[in-house]
């Protein structure tokens, strides 16, 4: 095993533009560690600021998805396609953000077994069917939507987060990113 972070260039925050520099910065400190994503794309900046930009647009919304039904969209997608980096990342965003320390292993693992209500499930069911075989994609996936009354904003937010995390998940692959070992312990158990 490798203790390299990626197969690339990584960038630390203190060699990132200014701009970057206080935009990873203060995610940094919110958690006490910058993310290797952000390391691994601070070699190419404009891609950092496209892909956080991006991100921040779907994933910080005020309304529509809650913050917790965003990252189950994410874990489902990043499961689907395998990626250790997003799993475990968005895995630990995801405990915390729904209070559950089980929730992210189980959707990553079987989401098509894992216990959600009627919302969640159609939420997870069009993350997959998206994340999948998507040319496969029709009008029963929006009718199971429609009829778990998911709103029109909240199903394209899912179908835009899937896709922005197919192409997160691949970049992870193409650049064998790890994920930070801090993920792996994050809302597993109660803060003291």
């Known amino acids: 095993m490798t203790d390299a972070v990626s197969r690339f260039p990584v960038v630390e925050?203190?060699?990132l533009p200014a701009d970057l520099r206080d935009r990873v910065g203060g995610i940094a400190e919110k958690s006490g560690f910058v993310p290797n994503i952000f390391r691994a794309l601070g070699h190419r900046p404009a891609e950092?600021?496209?892909?956080l930009d991006y991100h921040d647009a779907l994933m910080e919304r005020a309304d529509g998805l809650s913050k917790a039904e965003r990252?189950?969209?994410v874990v489902a997608t990043s499961g689907a396609n395998h990626c250790t980096y997003?799993?475990?990342a968005h895995g630990a965003i995801l405990r915390i953000r729904a209070k559950d320390p089980e929730l992210a292993d189980r959707v990553s693992s079987n989401p098509w077994q894992v216990e959600l209500d009627e919302r969640g499930r159609a939420i997870v069911e069009l993350a997959l069917a998206l994340a999948g075989d998507s040319h496969l994609f029709g009008e029963e996936h929006l009718a199971a939507a429609w009829k778990a009354g998911l709103t029109e904003d909240e199903v394209?937010?899912?179908g835009a987060i899937t896709a922005l995390f197919a192409m997160s998940n691949r970049l992870a692959h193409l650049t064998?990113?790890?994920p930070n070992a801090e993920f792996y312990t994050?809302?597993?158990?109660k803060r003291e």
């Open 13 to 15: 925050l203190d060699g």
């Open 48 to 51: 950092l600021r496209a892909f």
């Open 71 to 73: 990252e189950l969209v």
């Open 86 to 88: 997003c799993v475990v």
């Open 156 to 158: 394209w937010d899912v």
């Open 176 to 178: 064998a990113l790890k």
């Open 186 to 189: 994050m809302g597993r158990q």
